[in-house]
């Protein structure tokens, strides 16, 4: 049995910078993930992370107070204003400590982080490692990690681990349950706080951006311990990823002034109305809609995919601007992106619910905290600004560490619970070998792709009640078929039979509660696009849809969203002079709205800069 | 992985590509086989701890960003895109025999450090590449910079290095 005070289930962003926190404080910390941390998803994000550094001449009056006004509208008012107020204010500070610790920023040529304009931003305001952010920021956190942990070994990696059950007792954390992969063994660690960090869900989805490892069974096995889901229904979908693999093709290449077009070259933005104008740079929702519905009209190329077209930017721009996307379109698809147009469809690209938790990270169950993708605070609400993810990631990642060490050091630890250990233990060996035991017919790995497709044609980008039904019901039938899954590879080093049963008995668990949540909005708000309900009713649904885990499937109750600082239904700024007198005194946005701004505080020279060497 | 006779990314290598009637999968060279074609990286992660993989920042650290000029960052614009897959260690024949050898990518995290505007820690690195085992180890095969599915070059990383020790005139081993 293994000892800890804290674990952390997850390598990636979030992972990383909890785990540097509660190192930081002398923590006795495990940090557990199914692949080497590096190899996270995090690394794939390629656009950059937002604060309001001002660097750029034209965004100078940009400050945290606009970049929050963006999110809140992005969000389209169902994200907590106060956790937003709070993330875009720590912002500027995580990204100069990050730089501190040596992330590797694009320059301006006076030596500052270089910054980008992104979608629904008002200034340019994303900071970036050339395409390669996510993996400057996770190699940068990384290895700062192996620089504290270098003497005073308060970390433990348990690389290529897999986190199988969350041990809860009275309401609160006792320990968890993790599978060596390497071995097959199961081993119990016995500690008082979690921090889920597992990331996103992408791929309960056939078509997504997302590594094959983002499956949800993170949020899953939070969730069958007691804790909530939150918004679940809420999922971003990108409309240009490379045709068949779904890579991610970068919105900067219609930024820069690519064309989409349909089977006879023409570009079939124009003739929808939301489209019409924007073309290829109205938002991403709409663009993804109107490409759907034109592969549905028929128009697709050779019926399957869109083109986007970057020839007429011509070989010197696309090789500057763009060379991540002339690699991926030549290694992925076969392609010269110079001469020819690459083959796209939209797919599943961002999780926006994610497990409950408040402004500092807590679940409702003591002990357990949760941040990052897997984590719904909630910053993004219906829909996420690009660049906000990784941000969320750095900000809540360290707020997450923080609140566990605090926790940590009020209660007292009651460390008799070897029999509860032993006997959840048991439990779950008896579990694993009754499905070694399985001679079923099914694979594990057919019906997971069967969930994923069901996934895609139910409950994807257009949404309507028969459709979500239907899902909901071919859903009960996979879950249904899981029990016939047989595994024929006995042995147990890295039986990846047994380990995406797993995987999929947790993303079950996770698709329905995207489902019933989907259902019950009859409203289409941000991303959720519901054909029988194509308005935002904030009369009705200005709420968070939460899931709580029961036996017979998801049960649905709602909470309220935080307001206070942008007004939904006229969408405009109300300077915090006025309405900080109005908040509820005692609030948190009472108390953020109080609070000087560090934009101002930035000017003065007395600010401290946290977690100096 | 090395595949039909180089090693290759498998999640980007295209079986047409590869223009073959048989395609030989073998695991990545040097490192013992957990199963089929998973290799324990525990050496090759050594390897990179050994090596201080982390900015030591100059002081003071400023209030806000680091000042790094364009062309001081354009020093670094290649190594930091190792992904430390450990092709080029897998690759590198002198890794095979010498158990103690750091091998090709820490030593070009080591010069990704160096050429670093915003590091303080010049002398404390050359003194841990400074080693038989070390740079001086490498004899220039440059199977690394062909395998380098990034298309970097940790040979010439290395000998970068052993030029900046041997100015210094305190070469070892
Ligand atoms: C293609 C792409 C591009 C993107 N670009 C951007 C961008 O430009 N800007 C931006 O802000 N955002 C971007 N995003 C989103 C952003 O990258 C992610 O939201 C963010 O990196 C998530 O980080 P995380 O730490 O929460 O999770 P991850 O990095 O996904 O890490 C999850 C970790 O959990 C571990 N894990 C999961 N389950 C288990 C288990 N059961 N047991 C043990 N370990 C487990 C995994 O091993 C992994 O270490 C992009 C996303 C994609 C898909
Ligand atoms: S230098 Fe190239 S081959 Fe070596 S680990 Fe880094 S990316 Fe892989």
Redesign the interface.
């Known amino acids: 049995m293994y000892n800890f005070d804290a674990v952390i289930i997850g390598g990636g962003l979030a992972g990383l910078r909890a785990a540097y926190e509660l190192v930081n404080n002398k923590i006795k910390t495990a940090l557990i993930s199914k692949v080497?941390p590096?190899r996270s998803h995090s690394?794939a994000a390629q656009g950059g992370v937002n604060a309001a550094?001002g660097n750029i001449e034209k965004g100078l009056p940009d400050n945290w107070e606009k970049h929050a006004y963006d999110t809140i509208k992005g969000s389209d008012y169902i994200g907590d204003q106060d956790a937003i107020m709070k993330m875009c204010k720590e912002a500027p500070y995580r990204?100069?400590e990050i730089?501190?610790?040596?992330c590797?920023?694009?320059?301006?040529?006076?030596?500052?982080?270089a910054q980008r304009p992104f979608g629904g931003s008002g200034f340019p305001r994303t900071a970036y490692?050339?395409d390669?952010t996510g993996?400057?920021m996770l190699?940068?956190l990384y290895?700062?990690i192996?620089?504290k942990n270098?003497k005073n070994k308060y970390l433990t990696f348990f690389d290529e681990w897999f986190v199988t059950k969350l041990i809860v007792k009275d309401k609160s954390v006792k320990g968890i349950i993790a599978l060596d992969l390497?071995t097959g063994d199961l081993h119990p660690f016995r500690t008082d706080a979690a921090i889920v960090a597992t990331g996103g869900v992408g791929r309960i989805y056939s078509k997504s951006t997302n590594a094959l490892i983002n499956t949800g069974k993170g949020l899953a096995i939070a969730y069958r311990a007691g804790a909530d889901l939150k918004d679940m229904e809420f999922i971003q979908f990108h409309p240009t990823t490379l045709y068949g693999t779904n890579i991610l093709v970068t919105e900067g290449a219609r930024g820069e002034g690519a064309y989409l077009l349909n089977n006879i070259g023409e570009r079939f933005l124009k003739n929808y109305e939301d489209s019409k104008r924007a073309m290829e740079i109205a938002p991403r929702d709409i663009v993804a809609r109107n490409m759907i519905r034109e592969i549905k009209k028929g128009n697709a190329v050779n019926n399957l995919y869109l083109h986007l077209d970057l020839r007429r930017l011509g070989e010197k721009l696309i090789s500057k601007r763009l060379p991540g996307v002339i690699e991926l379109a030549r290694?992925?698809a076969?392609i010269n992106a110079i001469t020819e147009p690459i083959p796209v469809e939209p797919a599943q690209h961002y999780t926006m619910g994610g497990i409950d938790v408040d402004i500092n990270c807590r679940t409702k169950i003591d002990g357990l905290y949760a941040a990052g993708e897997a984590a719904c605070v909630s910053v993004h609400g219906a829909n996420r600004l690009g660049g906000n993810s990784l941000l969320e990631t750095i900000v809540f990642g360290c707020i997450a560490g923080e609140a566990a060490g605090e926790y940590l050091s009020k209660i007292k630890k009651k460390n008799e619970r070897m029999y509860l250990m032993e006997s959840a233990l048991r439990e779950e060996k008896k579990g694993i070998e009754d499905l070694y035991k399985r001679e079923g017919n099914e694979s594990s790995f057919k019906l997971f792709e069967e969930m994923s497709i069901a996934m895609w044609n139910n409950i994807g980008i257009f949404r309507n009640e028969v459709q979500l039904k239907e899902g909901l019901e071919n859903l009960k039938r996979i879950k249904e078929r899981c029990n016939n899954v047989g595994i024929r590879y006995k042995?147990k080093?890295?039986n990846f039979e047994l380990y995406w049963l797993l995987e999929l008995i947790g993303s079950i668990d996770i698709a329905e509660a995207v489902i019933m949540g989907a259902i019950e909005r009859k409203e289409s708000r941000g991303s959720h696009y519901r054909t029988d309900y194509p308005k935002r009713d904030d009369e009705n649904y200005l709420k968070h849809t939460i899931a709580t885990y029961s036996p017979e499937g998801a049960k649905l109750s709602y909470k309220p969203v935080t307001l206070g600082y942008v007004v939904p239904a006229e969408s405009y700024f109300i300077s915090r002079r006025i309405l900080t007198p109005l908040l509820p005194s005692g609030s948190p946005a009472a108390a953020l709205c109080a609070a000087p701004a560090p934009c101002i505080l930035?000017e003065n020279?007395a600010?401290p800069?946290r977690h100096?060497? | 992985m090395h595949i039909n006779g180089k090693y290759r990314l498998a999640c980007?290598t295209?079986i047409?590509?590869l223009n073959a009637e048989t395609i030989i999968i073998q695991p990545l060279g040097h490192l013992p086989v957990?199963?089929?074609l998973?290799v324990?990286?525990t050496r090759f992660?050594e390897n990179y701890?050994h090596i201080?993989?982390?900015?030591?920042?100059k002081s003071p650290?400023?209030?806000?960003?680091?000042?790094?000029?364009?062309e001081?960052?354009s020093k670094?614009?290649n190594t930091?895109?190792c992904?430390?897959c450990g092709s080029c260690f897998g690759a590198c024949p002198v890794a095979g025999t010498d158990n103690a050898y750091l091998g090709p990518s820490a030593l070009l995290k080591t010069e990704r450090?160096l050429t670093?505007s915003?590091?303080a820690a010049e002398e404390e690195r050359l003194k841990i590449a400074n080693d038989i085992h070390g740079v001086w180890r490498c004899h220039s095969v440059f199977s690394c910079q062909e395998v380098c599915p990034k298309e970097l070059n940790p040979a010439e990383a290395i000998s970068k290095i052993k030029k900046r020790i041997l100015k210094k005139g305190s070469k070892k081993g």
């Open positions: 080497y590096i690394n550094l990204i100069y730089e501190h610790w040596g590797p920023f694009s320059r301006t040529d006076e030596g500052r982080i490692a050339t390669r993996h400057a190699h940068t290895e700062q192996m620089r270098e390497k290694k992925f076969g042995g080093r890295f930035m020279t600010l800069v100096r060497f | 980007e295209q047409l590509e957990l199963r089929d998973i324990d990286l992660f701890r201080k993989p982390y900015l030591i920042g650290i400023p209030e806000k960003e680091y000042i790094q000029l364009p001081d960052r670094i614009g930091i895109d992904i430390l450090f670093d915003r590091d």
